[in-house]
T-cell receptor, first 112, second 110 residues
Framework: SQTIHQWPATLVQPVGSPLSLECTVEGTSNPNLYWYRQAAGRGLQLLFYSVGIGQISSEVPQNLSASRPQDRQFILSSKKLLLSDSGFYLC???????????FGPGTRLLVL | EDQVTQSPEALRLQEGESSSLNCSYTVSGLRGLFWYRQDPGKGPEFLFTLYSAGEEKEKERLKATLTKKESFLHITAPKPEDSATYLCAVRQGGSEKLVFGKGTKLTVNP
């Protein structure tokens, strides 16, 4: 069976510091990978998605970037965090673009 | 402009009191409507995918239905462990993106 991992589970960072969140998937190959952010009172918002190694598509302009260095690894980064980057970050995977997306446990980020 | 609207925002039920949650959508060329359950501080857990009007799916006390404009999540004889936020999302044809509603927070009291 497939398993998706995210770490860290929680993170408190000062404004202006860098960020690196990691997501890995086990039990499948060549998955589609997604980064979402969930803010209080708002629906989940897609930030980035990837259909293969090195292929990244951005949905919204922002202070964040994503990379996919390996088939089942997806990284969310920032060079300098803003207060508005606080939120609950969720990684998801799907077998292909037409099928269900399955979510990881999430990372709670608080920028102070 | 919201493409996915869920109602009510919050719902309180007594154990055993059946009800329905609504998800209305305005996307054209629907390529899937998805229901998830989310517990506090955790990632969404997949429940159902519906692809065409008239389709129905069931799992334990939950039943999801789909029309051309909306989906319902029916909860029959709910238990306290059904308390969670239920999220609805749609995928438009040709898009990778799932557009999510804001969710319905369900509380089932014993």
């Amino acid at each position: 069976s497939q398993t998706i991992h995210q770490w860290p589970a929680t993170l408190v960072q000062p404004v202006g510091s860098p960020l690196s969140l990691e997501c890995t998937v086990e039990g499948t190959s060549n998955p589609n990978l997604y980064w979402y952010r969930q803010a209080a009172g708002r629906g989940l918002q897609l930030l980035f998605y990837s259909v293969g190694i090195g292929q990244i598509s951005s949905e919204v302009p922002q202070n964040l970037s994503a990379s996919r260095p390996q088939d089942r690894q997806f990284i969310l980064s920032s060079k300098k965090l803003l207060l508005s980057d606080s939120g609950f970050y969720l990684c998801a995977w799907s077998p292909n673009s037409q099928e269900t997306q399955y979510f990881g446990p999430g990372t709670r980020l608080l920028v102070l | 402009e919201d493409q996915v609207t869920q109602s009510p925002e919050a719902l309180r039920l007594q154990e055993g009191e059946s009800s329905s949650l609504n998800c209305s959508y305005t996307v054209s060329g629907l390529r899937g409507l998805f229901w998830y359950r989310q517990d506090p501080g955790k990632g969404p857990e997949f429940l159902f995918t519906l692809y065409s009007a008239g389709e129905e799916k069931e799992k334990e006390r939950l039943k999801a239905t789909l029309t051309k404009k909306e989906s319902f999540l029916h909860i029959t004889a709910p238990k306290p462990e059904d308390s969670a936020t239920y999220l609805c999302a749609v995928r438009q044809g040709g898009s990778e993106k799932l557009v999510f509603g804001k969710g319905t927070k369900l509380t089932v009291n014993p």
